[in-house]
């Protein structure tokens, strides 16, 4: 079959040929920007102009263009990109496609990437694994908000060379004026990202000026082509990892004389001799081989894919990783990390996820969404959770530590994903930050020296003395529900009885345990582990706790069960319609979030009813004194109420909840 790439210019020696462009280097780039930027059509344009499509190819486009193409008169060259139906049908890009090329100086693979902002997720993945940015703009259009966040996220996915394409002169009459004030504007913005490396090129994809050709059309402008710059710019130490990494993917085991731990070195060097250390057990041990396909080698550097053998025989895991023993990542349980939300769901703090890094996964949920970003200016802006194709700052809290670097150190070991257990869908990229502080992790491992103290008192003993046994009873429910007034009737009766009980209700416990924190879903998630953990104890002292929290996350009320422990935790959701909790509202904090002034779950922010309470209490229908009665015989029901010592004499209660 005919082609239109060039001859080989080798003669007959198909072998040089071969081995010259095996040598040649790889480049990454996609392409970005706004929709009907053009960047289907300069890809198109890189590959004709360099003789890179077959003749059939050719033809193909040219039937094409005649029913779907978006030029009347020529070939639309997007068409050899836009591969789904559903793309060549609205002349837009959906998915990511990549295309291959090379050239005398260098190989090329091209990530298309779609321009709509609802498939912003899709441009995340391709700009991935690439090592420049080749950033879109209409020469009409100007700099719009998703050329910001296109440049944001490739900034933030550590993408250190950017290729500003000031596409569509032709349609601006080729203007110097036009492109000098676009390439002011964009400067103004991307001054913000601290980029390292930044070109601005004037060019028509369509005509393919500027593309592989330098522009008659433009003489004001001296600069490189596109694809000059695309085969000079020096990416050779963008992938440059100076301490060695190897997560480990496989225990290779072929034979009982043979012990080798598989995976791709994700940095550094690694030879026979040098010491590694396991983590996260902490043991150094000695490399014995390195391993290849083809045999032993003097040194493995990434990305190859090795085994190592070791000197001693340690237990190495899936999961677990080889690292330089001087220089080595971070491991805790919290992490820092930038999340770009990929999901229609939004994220909810305290809901569990799967994380997968590396050769890993845990299971982990955001504990704190610190700040979100407005792509459009730079600045932090506070968030309650995060939507499609938001980007924010967040604390993950992981189940188990892991072995991590920043994502700006090392892009394989400070990458991950988060993925809905229920659908398995990846719902969120993330970018670990560096520790700061105490966490920076192996200098001070989480939780690895610290042990829990044994109390003197056994549970039997405290359960005798009180005739009670110990238990926390959560009473959940919207704004004005009644919850703090029937736990204070619940702790008159028990106390009536001769039992011990303890009040912690929302608006004292922020007083004083949280009053650093707010009332965004994270910090609201935060106060809740903060009063479980407290509940804990004062179970563990024999008492019993009743906490009135709203508590709207049905993943956070049962991290407070895990926290406090099943067998003595029981839930209460009281409930009430929204009139008659407006009613009760004396604060106005329904009437101030009615007027998006505050977020209040059950109207302007979410509330998730329990799925299986231990009791439902409708507090407009039963009154706070009945409320209480119903709870004291929970309890006593479920057999944490025993005998009891001489009860005082009862002062009266009443009234409605």
Known sequence: MAATAPALGLGQDIHAYLERHERKELLSFLTCGSVDDGKSTLIGRLLHDTRMIYEDQLAAVRRDSKTVGTQRDGVDLALLVDGLQTEREQGITIDVAYRYFST????????????????????????????????????????????????????????????????????????????????????????????????????????????????????????????????????????????????????????????????????????????????????????????????????????????????????????????????????????????????????????RYLVKQCAGQVVGHVATIRHGVNVNTLEQVPADGLRLNEIGRVELALAEPIVFDAYAVNRNLGAFILIDRASNATVAAGMALAPSGARDAWKERPHGDLRATASAVAEAEREARLGQRPATVLLTGLAKSGKTAIAHAVERRLFDEGRLATVLDGQTFRLGMSRDLGFSAGERSENIRRAAETARLMNDAGLICLTAFVAPEEEVRERARATVGDERFLEVFLTAPLDVLRGRDDAGIYAAAARGEAHLPGVSAPFEPPAAPDLVLPTDAVGIDACAERIVALLRERGFLLAAAVPEEKSPRGGEA
């Open 104 to 351: 005398a100086k260098r190989k090329f693979i091209i990530a298309d990437t779609p321009g709509h902002e609802q498939y912003t997720r899709n441009m995340a993945t391709g700009a991935s694994n690439c090592q420049v940015a080749v950033i879109l703009i209409d020469a009409e259009k100007g700099v719009l908000p998703q050329t910001r966040r296109h440049t944001f996220i490739a900034h933030l996915l550590g993408i250190r060379h950017l290729v500003v394409a000031v596409n569509k002169m032709d349609a601006a009459g080729f203007a110097e004026d036009v492109f000098d004030a676009i390439r002011a504007d964009y400067h103004a913005f991307a001054s913000r990202l601290a980029v390292d490396d930044l070109h601005v090129i004037p060019l028509s994809a369509l005509r393919g000026d500027n593309v592989v050709e330098q522009s008659a059309n433009m003489p004001w402008y001296r600069g490189a082509t596109l694809l000059h710059l695309l085969e000079n710019l020096h990416v050779g130490a963008d992938k440059a990892v100076e301490h060695f990494r190897l997560p480990v993917q496989l225990v290779n085991r072929p034979d009982a004389g043979f012990r080798g731990y598989s995976g791709t070195v994700a940095g550094g060097v690694v030879r026979p001799g040098d010491p590694v250390t396991v983590l996260p057990s902490g043991k150094t041990t000695t490399v014995q081989r390195v391993v290849a396909a083809h045999g032993d080698l003097d040194e493995a550097f990434a990305p190859m894919a090795v085994t190592l053998t070791l000197t001693d025989a340690l237990d190495v895991s899936r999961g677990d990783m080889l690292a330089a023993p001087g220089a080595l990542p971070h491991i805790a349980d919290r992490v820092d990390a930038m999340l770009v939300w990929m999901s229609e769901t939004p994220l909810a703090p305290g809901r």
